[in-house]
């Protein structure tokens, strides 16, 4: 049997085909088209899905389901609200789905369906329990515990970038202050560089170019005082914060994700640092690794939140 994983983002829309034992059999790439009553998306989406199983030759009848992730709080298989997509109100976009392919459709938020896609086949394969940190433009997560994703009541659960770290610090998106997202984030990072670089008399190759997450992280690496600093202020804010959610979860695992988790070494390091120093004694060997799907781990994540709610709702899980 097969599964298909939908990541519905704000720029483009990927979709992959799988084996339900997580073997991808074909992927591919549309772009996102926006508009207020998400028509198009889904639209859009619905079509390529049934073009890659044409396409695979797989019929519909042999697809368990389609996940979607959606960049927005997911709560009983409906979309709260999207704002990067446009979405002010809730939409039932498992149900419009469905209707257009014919197939058992389930949603998931983005960062939950990351999430799940590495505790599935990624990072945290094999492990009942699991944080995970995507570190992007801003800063998303999702907590794994018994190998589901937790939701929340209102499918906010693991919203790990808005968890404050500084009491009246940086204006949040948000509309709060002092998230972690502010500071922990490639847009925090570079704050934190342009407010260091403004106190710093002395040579800094960070006044070389435009200021990036990884000019600071590729500079630290060659020895500049600045950004050694700018990522030392990026760790202690990520493993202090990351240390206060493993005693509230008591995760086995801790995976770091996100287009800043690509510098590596440098990023893993200094967050496990800080995590040791700050966490409780119980969770203070929690291994921090570096996530291995890249961007396919919505791909994944979804296709596996597809193959678990057939199960449930087939009685196998």
């Known amino acids: 049997m097969f599964a298909?994983?939908?990541?519905?983002?704000?720029?483009?829309?990927?979709?992959?085909?799988?084996?339900?034992?997580?073997?991808?059999?074909?992927?591919?790439?549309?772009?996102?088209?926006?508009?207020?009553?998400?028509?198009?998306?889904?639209?859009?989406?619905?079509?390529?899905?049934?073009?890659?199983?044409?396409?695979?030759?797989?019929?519909?009848?042999?697809?368990?389901?389609?996940?979607?992730?959606?960049?927005?709080?997911?709560?009983?298989?409906?979309?709260?609200?999207?704002?990067?997509?446009?979405?002010?109100?809730?939409?039932?976009?498992?149900?419009?789905?469905?209707?257009?392919?014919?197939?058992?459709?389930?949603?998931?938020?983005?960062?939950?369906?990351?999430?799940?896609?590495?505790?599935?086949?990624?990072?945290?394969?094999?492990?009942?329990?699991?944080?995970?940190?995507?570190i992007g433009t801003g800063v998303g997560g999702g907590i794994i515990i018994g190998g589901n994703v937790l939701t929340g009541a209102g499918g906010a659960a693991g919203e790990i970038g808005h968890i404050t770290v500084e009491n009246g610090g940086r204006a949040c998106n948000c509309g709060r202050k002092g998230c972690l997202e502010t500071y922990a984030s490639a847009t925090g990072i570079v704050a934190t560089a342009r407010e260091k670089l403004e106190s710093f008399d002395g040579y800094s190759k960070l006044r070389q170019g435009e200021i990036s997450a990884e000019a600071v992280f590729n500079a630290a690496k060659e020895g500049d005082a600045v950004a050694l600093s700018v990522v030392d202020d990026f760790a202690a804010r990520l493993g202090q914060a990351l240390a206060n959610i493993s005693v509230v979860v008591d995760p086995e695992i801790i995976v770091l994700g996100g287009g800043v988790s690509k510098a590596g070494e440098i990023v893993r390091k200094n967050v496990e640092k800080y995590y040791a120093e700050s966490a409780f004694m119980s969770v203070r060997d929690r291994k921090i690794v570096i996530a291995v799907l890249g961007e396919d781990a919505g791909i994944y994540g979804a296709a596996r939140q597809a193959v678990k709610t057939a199960g449930a709702l087939d009685g196998r899980m």
């Open 4 to 134: 298909v994983g939908a990541d519905i983002g704000g720029t483009s829309v990927k979709i992959g085909v799988f084996e339900d034992s997580g073997k991808i059999m074909a992927k591919s790439r549309i772009p996102t088209r926006k508009d207020d009553n998400c028509r198009y998306v889904l639209e859009d989406t619905a079509a390529e899905i049934k073009r890659l199983l044409r396409a695979n030759h797989i019929d519909p009848g042999e697809v368990l389901g389609i996940g979607a992730g959606v960049p927005g709080p997911v709560a009983d298989g409906v979309v709260m609200h999207c704002v990067n997509l446009h979405w002010t109100d809730k939409v039932d976009a498992a149900a419009r789905l469905e209707e257009m392919t014919g197939i058992r459709t389930s949603l998931i938020n983005d960062a939950n369906a990351a999430a799940l896609g590495e505790q599935w086949m990624g990072a945290g394969k094999g492990r009942k329990s699991m944080v995970f940190v995507t």
